[in-house]
Structure formats: structure tokens, C-alpha cells
């Protein structure tokens, strides 16, 4: 009876949970380890998950969304996929002050090809606003590259809204890595992703 109302305890104060489970967990460990996570997976969001689920009903209506779609559909629906194929999304871009086959151009893809996968997800942020990748791929994302003046030390600077980024003429490839790196790593955003 003591180890029942120990754990009880325990799942209603975690914070208490430490230091009065000692005892407890010798005699009943896996009730305890089963209770503990679902106060934490469970109990504890209760409320943040009502309305969640309140406003996913609010928004998807009376859909069976549960009948068509497995949870891991659901994900790729509001969160978009993790892979990133610039490859798709260089085949799909515009440009406007530029041709495809402009050198800068050449070297601004050769560079972000070359990129580790965290400065390519900085690279998305910076031009989009978002790290994920929308419903369809890359090379369904509308992106544009805009010419931004002659060659400078400015940065290239982004229209998030409009997936555009502003690249200004840079004379030489190792210019244009070191600007363009420069500005995505150090790009901080609306702090909202």
C-alpha cells in the first residue's frame, strides 16, 4: 500500500518524484516507469493537446482525416518532408536579371551542392522563412533568383514571403561563397521557426 500511494505521489509532484521514489522504486519499478510516462507524455499537456485537437477539429472540419491519412501522412501534410533535393529545386528556380547558365549562377549551385546538409537547411530558412521542405518537393517550391546590383560587399539579403533571393553580382566564386555563407549563418529571422 505504501509503494502504490508512493508512486501516486510520485506521478502527481514530479518535482517531489525524486527524492520520495528512492524508496519505491525497488518493489514496483515498472509502474512506476509506466505512471511517470504518462503523467509526461500525457497528463502533464493535457490541456496544450485539448486545444491542439480543438483547433485541428476547427480546421479540417468534419473530414475523415483519420480514415484516409496515416499519422505519418498527417505529418508530411503540415510539416512537409525532411529531405532536401536541391537538385529538383535548381531545375525549377526562376531568375530574373540572370540566365541559367550565368557563371554566377553556375557557382551559386555548385556551392549550395556542396554544402553540408545544417547550411543547406540554413540556406531554405534563409530564402523561405522555413527549414522544411513544402508538399511535393523542392521543385515544387516557387524560388527565384533576383539580380541585386553590381559587384559589392554587400550580403545577399532574401524575400522570404516570396522565396527570393537577392544576389548581388559578385565578381569572383570564392566572393560570392564567403558572402553567401556570411549571411546564412549569421541570418537570424523573425525568431519564428
Partial sequence: VCVCVCVLACVRTYVRARVVCVRCLVSCMQKYVDLYTDFLLNRMISVQFEAFKKGFKTVTGRSNLSEWFLPDDLELL????????????EASTEYDGYEETSQIIVDFWSIVHALPEDQKRLLLTFCTGSDRVPIGGLKKLRFTVVRNGPDSMRLPTAHTCFNTLLLPHYATKEKLKERLLSAILHAKGFGMV
Avoid: S, T, V
Wanted: charged content about 40%; hydrophobic content about 40%.
Fill in 78 to 89: 503540415i510539416c512537409g518532408r525532411k529531405e532536401l533535393d536541391f537538385e529538383a529545386m
